[in-house]
T-cell receptor, first 111, second 117 residues
Framework: QKEVEQDPGPLSVPEGAIVSLNCTYS??????FMWYRQYSRKGPELLMY????GNKEDGRFTAQVDKSSKYISLFIRDSQPSDSATYLC???????????FGAGTRLAVHP | GAVVSQHPSWVICKSGTSVKIECRSL??????MFWYRQFPKQSLMLMAT?????????EQGVEKDKFLINHASLTLSTLTVTSAHPEDSSFYIC?????????????FGPGTRLTVL
């Protein structure tokens, strides 16, 4: 079992839809979680950084952590074509702050 | 803030030559930088952890003599691919963690696309 599991998709939604991206993790000791967005042929961009259980909101993005079920989510409201990218969840659980990444979910938002 | 740059953004070289890739943290100091490679439609694979003033720590299966890492200052780490071969063609990305922050966020560079002919 991978330490961080993420459905690679692809996920295709119409513009304006609410997108839900999810990851599960296996180690209850993981405390910090990040969501990165990566456009094709670009480096990942840090979108959200969370520590505790609950929700964190930033504009159209909401990150949710449920430590009891080891489940993390990223919600995108009013999705736009410019949101089309690969979204990676990650946690610094690899020791020495090394990040453990999910496989990444490819999202396509079509007009 | 928290900007990381890489140079070059892309490079084409002949088989057998060496290529150096620079990673700079532009507005913060980074005691630790990381080097990744990424193949098409795959997630990032950590190659090594670079620590300022000390030897890099390589992940299992990564040849340290082939991928030379030098973290000469708190804002610069370099990756040199020695005697490059076509199978080394990939997307190389670095990341850095701000030294002054207690958090463990990593900020990524834009990546370097290496093509070995």
């Amino acid at each position: 079992q991978k330490e961080v599991e993420q459905d690679p998709g692809p996920l295709s939604v119409p513009e304006g839809a609410i997108v839900s991206l999810n990851c599960t993790y296996s180690n209850s000791a993981f405390q910090y979680f990040m969501w990165y967005r990566q456009y094709s042929r670009k480096g990942p961009e840090l979108l959200m950084y969370t520590y505790s259980s609950g929700n964190k909101e930033d504009g159209r993005f909401t990150a949710q952590v449920d430590k009891s079920s080891k489940y993390i989510s990223l919600f995108i409201r009013d999705s736009q074509p410019s949101d089309s990218a690969t979204y990676l969840c990650a946690t610094p659980g690899g020791g020495y702050n090394k990040l453990i990444f999910g496989a990444g979910t490819r999202l396509a938002v079509h007009p | 803030g928290a900007v990381v740059s890489q140079h070059p953004s892309w490079v084409i070289c002949k088989s057998g030559t060496s290529v150096k890739i620079e990673c700079r943290s532009l507005d913060f100091q980074a005691t630790t930088m990381f080097w990744y490679r990424q193949f098409p439609k795959q997630s990032l694979m950590l190659m090594a952890t670079s620590n300022e003033g000390s030897k890099a720590t390589y992940e299992q299966g990564v040849e340290k003599d082939k991928f030379l890492i030098n973290h000469a200052s708190l804002t610069l780490s370099t990756l040199t691919v020695t005697s490059a071969h076509p199978e080394d063609s990939s997307f190389y990305i670095c990341s850095a963690s701000p030294s002054e922050r207690a958090s463990n966020e990593q900020f990524f560079g834009p990546g370097t696309r290496l093509t070995v002919l």
